[in-house]
């Protein structure tokens, strides 16, 4: 433990003697000075014993003392050394009444107590306090080390909260607390979540501090700029040196378990796009053989497929950028960000999941009904809200419920979802909104505009000479089915004018109206126009 004025009273070969302040002599002394200055504040730190022999004071002064000792105690000195058999034979009592009004400890020093000898005591005990800082340092490395070998981050977190008698808590990429020690910690750590997201904001490595019903240090993890999970040790006050080599080194364990899991992961990815290729392509009983324990709970339940695409208004990440959030600003596209999302959520549900990137899109397989697609279904109406549609950062698509033999019509549902998503400016459609809905709404795009726009041309041309209304006949024979009488009533005319405006259209777009698919296209591309 680090020297005290008590320790050095009861140092056998000092032979103190407290002549004032008996009752703080529990203070820490961090340094032993002697100074004879009538005022040496200026070249006090604060915590010091300061040892003199009254050369230059006038120590049986009381008014004179009263001003010393005040300008000693609210400069931090802990104590006074007084040494007798100098310029005094005893301690004045002009001083010693002096240091028990200001409460400050007053120590006589014997004449054959050399002030070197007690700065020597001094010293030693802070180089011994110190060396068993290091080496409980060293001994907690050890033991962090041991449990993480042993029990992964989860024994990592339990030994951490025993060293530095707290709790610790471990975070995602995504800021949810994946693992606490002790049990009680979860919650504690869980109203942590917003303090967290703002530390992944600032570049690695980063710290906080949070002063509240405990002390919590707040720590990134990752060797990119950017954070992959972070760290949270709660204490009541604020660590020792031992403590401290303690969270040191659980930060460079988290650090390594995590960039090993960035390797494991990208491995996992191989086999990940081997399986899905397998399952595209017909052939489940391959994919579950390569799949192994690693995604077989997949493959054996009812899953959907996601797909995710950048859309061109999204930022690239620049090649050594770490995953991150996009929205807190950092170097990290939407679909790292969309990947860590679906993956953490699975982590945390202890659910598999598939995540295959390619190229500007991203190939998911979840569970149906499960924690990864209802965090995509949030994490999709968060982006909504931020407005990143409107900047096409990203764009998903969710098809019905497959399984390994229909996996391939799944791909095509999400492929088709993700269309749609895109030509309406939206962030999100599910394949079974398109089966419930409405397809005129799959109209409001530009490409079917513009062949409504051309095939109905004539007719507008023909209607802007004042020579008849082709179009709005045209509009109301079909929608009756083709039936003259009923047509003609709505338009208020004659069924043999309404016959002769049907014989005009067929004439000036070169097109029969008995054949199904002209009929068709017709009354689309008049849908197609009245929607723009």
């Given at each position: ?186 919650r504690r750590a869980a ?225 088709q979802s993700l269309s749609?998503?895109?030509r309406r400016g939206r ?106």
């Amino acid at each position: 433990m680090p020297p005290t004025l008590a320790s050095l009273v009861h140092h056998s070969a000092l032979k103190l003697v407290v002549r004032a302040g008996e009752d703080k002599l529990g203070v820490q002394v961090r340094w032993a000075h002697v100074s004879e200055l009538p005022d040496p504040v200026e070249y006090l730190e604060g915590g010091e014993l300061l040892l003199v022999t009254a050369l230059k004071l006038d120590a049986e002064d009381p008014a004179a003392m009263r001003r010393y000792v005040r300008r000693l105690a609210e400069a931090g000195v802990v104590g006074l050394g007084f040494a007798v058999g100098v310029n005094y034979e005893d301690v004045p009592e002009a001083l010693v009444q002096a240091a028990r009004d200001e409460g400050l400890p007053l120590l006589e020093v014997p004449r054959r107590t050399p002030f070197i000898a007690i700065s020597k005591a001094v010293s030693a005990a802070i180089a011994a306090d110190q060396y068993r800082a290091v080496t409980d340092g060293f001994a907690a490395q050890r033991e962090l080390t041991r449990q993480t070998l042993a029990a992964g981050p989860e024994g990592l977190l339990t030994a951490l909260a025993a060293q530095v008698d707290g709790w610790a808590a471990l975070y995602d990429a995504a800021g949810a607390v994946v693992a606490a020690a002790p049990e009680w910690a979860w919650r504690r750590a869980a109203r942590l979540t917003v303090d967290v997201a703002r530390l992944r904001e600032r570049p690695a490595p980063a710290s906080s501090v949070i002063d509240g019903e405990d002390r919590v240090e707040l720590h990134s993890l990752g060797t990119g700029r950017r954070p992959r999970a972070a760290l949270a040790v709660g204490t009541a006050a604020a660590p020792g040196t031992a403590e401290r080599y303690a969270v040191h080194s659980a930060i460079a364990l988290l650090t390594l378990t995590t960039e090993r899991s960035r390797s494991l992961r990208a491995a996992e990815q191989r086999i990940g796009a081997a399986v899905l290729r397998m399952l595209l392509a017909g052939e489940p009983d391959h994919a579950r053989a390569v799949a192994g324990d690693l995604y077989a709970g997949l493959l054996d339940a009812p899953f959907r497929v996601v797909v995710a695409q950048r859309g061109p208004g999204a930022r690239v990440p620049a090649p050594e950028a770490a995953p991150s959030r996009v929205r807190a600003g950092d170097d990290e596209g939407p679909l790292e960000e969309f990947a860590e999302v679906l993956e953490s959520a699975a982590a945390r549900a202890g659910e598999p999941v598939l995540v295959v990137p390619e190229g500007e899109r991203l190939v998911a397989v979840a569970v149906d009904g499960g924690a990864a697609l209802a965090e995509t279904v949030e994490y999709a109406a968060e982006v909504e809200a931020d407005g990143s549609a409107q900047g096409n950062d990203l764009v998903i698509g969710l098809s019905g419920p497959a399984g390994p033999s229909t996996a391939a019509t799944g791909r095509t549902q999400a492929e088709q979802s993700l269309s749609v998503a895109r030509r309406r400016g939206r962030v999100f459609v599910e394949h079974d909104q398109l089966a419930s809905g409405s397809v005129l709404p799959l109209l409001a795009d530009d490409a079917v505009r513009a062949f409504s726009d051309g095939l109905l041309r004539a007719l507008h041309e023909h209607d802007a000479t004042g020579r008849g209304d082709l179009v709005a006949s045209l509009r109301a024979w079909l929608s009756r089915h083709g039936q003259w009488d009923a047509a003609a009533a709505d338009l208020g005319v004659h069924r043999h004018t309404l016959r002769y405006r049907m014989r005009r259209v067929e004439e000036i777009l070169g097109r029969s109206l008995d054949d199904p698919d002209v009929r068709m296209e017709l009354w689309l591309a008049l849908k197609a126009t009245s929607t723009s």
